[in-house]
């Protein structure tokens, strides 16, 4: 059986949003997901693992499913 290797979240969210679209997270952006801007910031470029109850924030935010992330 051969693993799929993983997309980093922060591709999985930028395919998640309209073409030629920047996202740049305001204050409201981590109060809603809650999740810290510097936690946050290292969960996108992949230098920590984020907990099961952030990735289902992250989707939910996002309107993407959470298997994606997992």
């Known amino acids: 059986m ?6 980093p979240i922060s ?3 930028g395919s998640a949003l309209p073409p030629n679209v920047e996202f740049k997270p305001r204050k409201n952006f981590y ?6 801007k510097h ?3 290292k969960i996108m470029r992949d230098e920590i693992d984020p907990t099961r109850s952030e990735l ?6 996002f ?4 298997d ?3």
């Open 2 to 7: 051969q693993n799929t290797p993983l997309l």
């Open 11 to 13: 591709q999985i969210i």
């Open 31 to 36: 109060q809603q997901i809650g999740i810290n």
């Open 39 to 41: 936690r946050f910031a």
């Open 56 to 61: 289902h924030s992250i989707a939910t935010y």
């Open 63 to 66: 309107k993407i499913s959470a």
């Open 68 to 70: 994606q992330l997992l």
